[in-house]
């Protein structure tokens, strides 16, 4: 059985040779613009980009847990940008997973070395090699790593124009969600919340 990454470019160089638009084949839809072209330019291989920035997440709602309640998150925000399609992730510290996850500083600097080798890969199709080579630039960084991973499979998505959960063949309906509620909010006003999501797709933690 192929692995994510031939299968993605088996599919994406099928639809390109066939001349037909990838969401079309994926979806069934309506045919769409010509986004997909891993070399657009003639003579020219485009090389990936990435920039970052801080940001701060303003909660709707107060969040509170055990020992402290909180109104913002501490973010930074990804992006990756191949061939002129630009693919979006984000790293969220909340402070009480600042050691697993990461503080605001320890993410700007890994992502400032993902950024001085990102282009190196001149194809994102390489999921599986680019990751691997992020993972491999520190033993932890776990917000920073998950923003790029989230940015390169939206910027892959992009390209191939169509839903991740299309790609991996999934019903949308019957995806999972889960909800870390504050302790101040019952449990069943996540659900209401969520009208449109099936009860038994949710999960509580």
């Not at 969040?63 to 109104?71: E, G, M």
């Amino acid at each position: 059985m192929s692995n994510r990454r031939d299968f993605l470019k088996t599919a994406a160089f099928a639809a390109l040779g066939s001349g037909m638009a990838i969401n079309h084949v994926f979806a069934g839809g309506n045919d769409a613009p010509s986004l997909f072209n891993v070399n657009s330019r003639a003579g020219v291989t485009p090389k990936m980009k990435l920039r970052f920035f801080p940001y701060e997440l303003k909660l709707r709602h107060v969040f509170t847990v055990a020992t402290y309640s909180r109104t913002t998150t501490p973010d930074v925000q990804v992006e990756i940008e191949y061939d002129g399609i630009i693919g979006y992730g984000e790293a969220s510290m909340p402070p009480y997973l600042q050691h697993e996850l990461g503080t605001m500083d320890s993410v700007l600097a890994f992502l400032k070395k993902v950024q001085d080798v990102i282009g190196q890969f001149s194809d994102p199709f390489q999921l599986e090699d680019i990751l691997a080579y992020i993972d491999s630039l520190s033993a932890g960084d776990s917000a920073a790593k998950t923003a790029v991973d989230i940015a390169l499979h939206d910027l892959v998505g992009k390209l191939l124009q169509a839903p991740w959960y299309k790609i991996w063949g999934l019903d949308k309906e019957r995806l999972p969600l889960q909800l870390s509620p504050s302790v101040l909010i019952r449990p069943t006003w996540c659900v209401k919340r969520r009208k449109s999501v099936p009860t038994s797709s949710i999960s509580l933690k």
